[in-house]
């Protein structure tokens, strides 16, 4: 979490410890709630508000595969 890498639009954030609310960064508006940057994920995201959700989730690799199976099987046709 490099914390001087973006600005604070609407949010809270404490050095190397929390950062959570709306964040302009690198040219991109992004949702940060993150405490445990090791239990973070990132999804990204087209034709939203944010271009990016940062979350801590309890288990990564379990968000992030039922993540890919609900974007592998979606109803395209909705």
Same mark, same amino acid.
């Given at each position: ?16 410890? /929390?950062?959570?609310?709306? /964040? ?6 992004? /949702? ?47």
């Amino acid at each position: 979490m490099d914390w001087f890498d973006s600005v604070k639009l609407l949010g809270t954030s404490v050095p190397g410890i /929390f950062r959570a609310g709306t /964040f302009y960064q690198k040219g991109d508006r992004v /949702f940060w709630d993150v405490h445990d940057l090791q239990n973070a994920i990132v999804v990204e995201l087209d034709h939203e508000h944010f271009s990016k959700l940062i979350i801590e989730v309890a288990d990564p690799v379990s968000a992030i595969n039922l993540l890919n199976y609900a974007i592998n099987h979606s109803d395209s046709s909705t």
